[in-house]
């Protein structure tokens, strides 16, 4: 019976889910931009990355007055997104290995930095939601991964300005990758546990309705 209820929609969600996607279409344009310029395969993956996460914030406020069922799905098509972002990073971070790159260290600094302090405001903005379900933990997993890619670019980018070398960049942005994957299955588990503690818990009340 818990399939069919529509989702909790509360004014809280839909607010903060509103103005994440906000800030995240805002940091797709500055990391693209940034990234073209300092031709940065760190900054290009964390474009990649904001642009998949707007997407995945539509489809959460989307899943807000739909049933759960509808709800895990949107949760799924979170998890997958992320692992199709992770291997488009990886082909671009192979892409400039061979052919070459020369970020520069200044702007990838910069621009992390400015990241850094959006995805942290995300991150408390989501965190302050009650009673998160599914595809709110799923965005909180979005903003946490991309605070912390933004710190690895930091890092990236002083080795680039001291070592005079594009590496620290590519290493950076095959890490971004890295962990787009780890966060694109932990969504999927996320989703698979929640659906399993739902039918064990109808299993259990079919039991006690028979017994009755």
Known sequence: MSEEQPAADTPQQRRTLWIVLGLNIALTVGFAATGSIADSSALIANALDNASDSLVYVISLLALT????????????????????????????????????????????????????????????????????????????FSFNDFVSNGGIVVAGGLVLWLGQAWPDLVVGVAVAAIAIKGGVSILRDVRREIDEEEQSSAQDGDGSSRG
């Open 66 to 141: 739909r049933s759960e069922a509808w709800k895990h799905g949107a949760a799924r098509v979170s998890g997958v997104l992320l692992l199709l972002f992770a291997a488009g990073v990886l082909f671009d971070a192979g892409r400039r290995y061979f052919l070459g790159s020369e970020p520069l260290g200044a702007a990838m600094i910069g621009m992390a930095l400015v990241g850094a302090a959006v995805n942290a405001l995300c991150v408390w903005l989501l965190n302050r939601v009650k009673q998160a379900d599914v595809n709110m933990r799923a965005a909180q997993t």
